[in-house]
T-cell receptor, first 109, second 114 residues
Framework: DAKTTQPNSMESNEEEPVHLPCNHS???????IHWYRQLPSQGPEYVIH???SNVNNRMASLAIAEDRKSSTLILHRATLRDAAVYYC??????????FGTGTRLKVLA | DGGITQSPKYLFRKEGQNVTLSCEQN?????MYWYRQDPGQGLRLIYY???????QKGDIAEGYSVSREKKESFPLTVTSAQKNPTAFYLC?????????????FGDGTRLSIL
């Protein structure tokens, strides 16, 4: 079965960088990696995506391992507003996406 | 503004009753999805549709049904055969140019048993 695994929770101090890991054990060569974040009682919000090389946008950076079996979402300076559940996912060869169980990020003031 | 609208926000189901959750998008997206989310769990795929009048089962389709008669609409019916329907249901869509595109999500419908 296709599988994506993430740690259940992580903590960070405000203004410090955060590295959120994800393992994509069943990813194939053409599957894109996406990250989303979700606040309570809301739908997930897109954060970033990539295929092979590292990606940056205004929200975060995405580092993808050379074998693509793992990725890391990097928040350069965590704020209290970044507290959320972060999900990694990859497409499964078609329009089907495989979501991890999510990492709950707690940001300490 | 373009987006996905799910309604109602909260829904209650009686035993033996079918209920329908609405999902409408004005993003001109071809692909649409339904996910189920249980407390502390990730998203599990119920059904998805790549194009009008076509849809495929996801990982947990039993007890659910969908239709895709219009591009903008992808309603989900939770039937009485779904014995544990209490969950948060999320609808999503993707642009037509391929599965590298990110998904856009609605704000969900929370379904509970009366």
């Amino acid at each position: 079965d296709a599988k994506t695994t993430q740690p259940n929770s992580m903590e960070s101090n405000e203004e410090e960088p955060v590295h959120l890991p994800c393992n994509h054990s069943t990813i194939s060569g053409t599957d894109y990696i996406h990250w989303y974040r979700q606040l309570p009682s809301q739908g997930p919000e897109y954060v970033i995506h990539g295929l092979t090389s590292n990606v940056n946008n205004r929200m975060a950076s995405l580092a993808i391992a050379e074998d693509r079996k793992s990725s890391t979402l990097i928040l350069h300076r965590a704020t209290l507003r970044d507290a959320a559940v972060y999900y990694c996912t990859h497409s499964s060869g078609t329009y089907k996406y495989i979501f991890g169980t999510g990492t709950r990020l707690k940001v300490l003031a | 503004d373009g987006g996905i609208t799910q309604s109602p926000k909260y829904l209650f189901r009686k035993e033996g009753q079918n209920v329908t959750l609405s999902c409408e998008q004005n993003l001109n997206h071809d692909a649409m999805y339904w996910y189920r989310q249980d407390p502390g769990q990730g998203l599990r795929l119920i059904y998805y549709s790549q194009i009008v009048n076509d849809f495929q089962k996801g990982d947990i389709a039993e007890g659910y049904s969908v239709s895709r008669e219009k591009k903008e609409s992808f309603p989900l019916t939770v039937t009485s055969a779904q014995k544990n329907p209490t969950a948060f249901y999320l609808c999503a869509s993707t642009a037509p140019t391929g599965f590298y595109q990110p998904q856009h999500f609605g704000d969900g419908t929370r379904l509970s048993i009366l």
